[in-house]
């Protein structure tokens, strides 16, 4: 099992949409976690972070964590063509004391 | 405020060579962490640099090393360079983890 885990996609979704993005995580005890966006040819950049579990809102974006079920999402509301990219998950391993990200899932907007 | 910096931006290399990449880290951070993303592949740590010690490395083999400075600079090297070292070497910084790692713009490294 990967220590985190992201669907590749490509996710498609039209503007305006919610595209909604997951990752699921092996080490029961991590503690904090994030989304990178990634733009083709560029580095990645962080969007959102998140410790606690519920939710947690940052204009049109909002992160899920639910530590019981080892899951983070990632939702964005109205969707816009800038958004296209792909998106890391990444979660600081407490075990290892390494910030380890999944491969990413593309997110395609069209319009 | 200065992000953090990486050069080259590009590098070519032949088979058997030695790369040397190089990273300033936002002022007042003083860890370092080096990711290699080789194409169509995620980001694989490879090495996190604290107050000039090494604290912890990826799986990867003993010829990728590096340092740091006293200013909290970075030197990753890659010796006897393979064709598959071939990827993008990005270097993030931070003040503290929990916080998250800010990316610099990274090195394309090509080996020929």
């Known amino acids: 099992q990967k220590e985190v885990e992201q669907n590749s996609g490509p996710l498609s979704v039209p503007e305006g949409a919610i595209a909604s993005l997951n990752c699921t995580y092996s080490?029961?005890?991590?503690?904090?976690f994030f989304w990178y966006r990634q733009y083709s040819g560029k580095s990645p950049e962080l969007i959102m972070s998140?410790?606690?579990?519920g939710d947690k809102e940052d204009g049109r974006f909002t992160a899920q964590l639910n530590k019981a079920s080892q899951y983070v999402s990632l939702l964005i509301r109205d969707s816009q063509p800038s958004d296209s990219a792909t998106y890391l998950c990444a979660v600081l391993l407490y075990n290892t004391d390494k910030l380890i990200f999944g491969t990413g899932t593309r997110l395609q907007v069209f319009p | 405020e200065a992000g953090v910096t990486q050069s080259p931006t590009h590098l070519i290399k032949t088979r058997g060579q030695q790369a040397t990449l190089r990273c300033s880290p936002i002022?007042?951070?003083?860890?370092v962490y080096w990711y290699q993303q080789a194409l169509g592949l995620g980001l694989q740590f490879l090495l996190w640099y604290d107050e000039g010690e090494e604290r912890n490395r990826g799986n990867f083999p003993p010829r990728f090393s590096g340092r740091q400075f006293p200013n909290y600079s970075s030197e990753l090297n890659v010796n006897a360079l393979e064709l598959e070292d071939s990827a993008l070497y990005l270097c993030?910084?931070?003040?503290?983890?929990?916080?998250?790692?800010?990316f610099g713009s990274g090195t394309r490294l090509t080996v020929v």
């Open positions: 998140i410790y606690s579990n």
């Open positions: 002022s007042g951070h003083t860890s």
């Open positions: 993030a910084s931070s003040l503290a983890r929990i916080d998250g790692y800010t």
């Open positions: 080490d029961r005890v991590s503690q904090s």
